[in-house]
């Protein structure tokens, strides 16, 4: 059979195109993905990484829930440009734990990857609550809800054990039983504050 013959299979029948581009696809992916599997630096957390507190796994919870990474990536690139303004380029290391992963696909915010430590406990409330009282050109929503809903801390220690048992975050009986009384009776506002605070230490 000539390669024009092969050729007009592929492009005549449906089926066949379909088989050839996952066959494509599939190739691609073991040869691309299947390597960083076995490659410490993409398996392994970096020096220095911390698991969440209790109150940070919180409050990464409701970082989730109000649409933050719509807006906010947390996946700084190798470009001069962004290690200028924002610090040192992300790297695997920092989100072994992370499930799921919080990286981000646009920004019509800052980039928060290492945004811990920049900004003082009250600035991020004053943020949250209304953005404008702090920057006054800010287009970000508020959310003051954060500064009266209250932490009943109920599932908490569950998370942890679930962080612990299926993607290995190297939690303790002792963190899992005290997780509940941790973060009880805190807000939600919190939380998020000291989610944002515990961002980017690892790497600086």
Known sequence: MSNKNRHEIFEKSVPMLVVG????????????????????????PVEGLKPYTALQMEGRDIFIREGCTVCHSQMIRPFRAE????????????????????WGSKRTGPDLARVGGRYSDDWHRAHLINPRDVVPES??????????????????GKKLALFRDHFGVPY???????ASEAVKGKTELDALVAYLQSLGHALK
């Open 172 to 178: 303790t009986d002792a963190d899992i039983q005290g």
């Open 21 to 44: 581009i996952i066959f494509a696809i599939s190739l691609g992916g073991l040869v691309e993905i299947t390597p960083l599997f076995f490659q410490k630096q993409t398996t392994e």
């Open 139 to 156: 287009n970000m929503p508020s959310f003051p809800w954060l500064e009266t809903n209250v932490l009943t801390g109920e599932l908490t």
């Open 83 to 102: 290690t200028e303004r924002y610090g040192h380029y992300s790297v695997a290391g920092e989100s072994v734990w992370e499930h799921p992963f919080l």
